[in-house]
Nanobody, 123 residues
Framework: QVQVVESGGGLVQTGGSLRLSCALSGGTNSNYGTGWFRQAPGKEREFVAG????????HYADSVKGRFTISRDNAKSTAYLQMSSLSPEDTAVYYCAARLDYFSDKEWDYDSWGQGTQVTVSS
């Protein structure tokens, strides 16, 4: 099973940027599929972005397309979520999920999750 450790959340003003990190272990870089999800207060957890480590292919939710970028660093076994042009609607707990398969936009496809990191965007 893959182990997942997240970092990088915090408080930022509207229009600002943050980068989240997701360190992975327990597999090989070429086998990982990683997804970022978020859960805002009173809402269900939703898919944000995903990446296949072997090909580097990515996929984004429409709500973040053009503002967020997911990437991975094979040498560090770490995935990143670069968030720009943040708005209060992006306020949520962000979770990184990983599995030894292609990424999925369905949370139930993952069995390895990080602890979550809070992102708060002030207006």
């Amino acid at each position: 099973q893959v182990q997942v450790v997240e970092s990088g959340g915090g408080l930022v003003q509207t229009g600002g940027s943050l980068r989240l990190s997701c360190a992975l272990s327990g597999g090989t870089n070429s086998n990982y599929g990683t997804g970022w999800f978020r859960q805002a207060p009173g809402k269900e957890r939703e898919f944000v972005a995903g990446i296949n480590w072997r090909s580097g292919s990515t996929h984004y939710a429409d709500s973040v397309k053009g503002r967020f970028t997911i990437s991975r660093d094979n040498a560090k076994s770490t995935a990143y979520l670069q968030m720009s042009s943040l708005s209060p609607e992006d306020t949520a707990v962000y979770y990184c999920a990983a599995r030894l398969d292609y990424f999925s936009d369905k949370e139930w496809d993952y069995d390895s999750w990080g602890q979550g990191t809070q992102v708060t965007v002030s207006s």
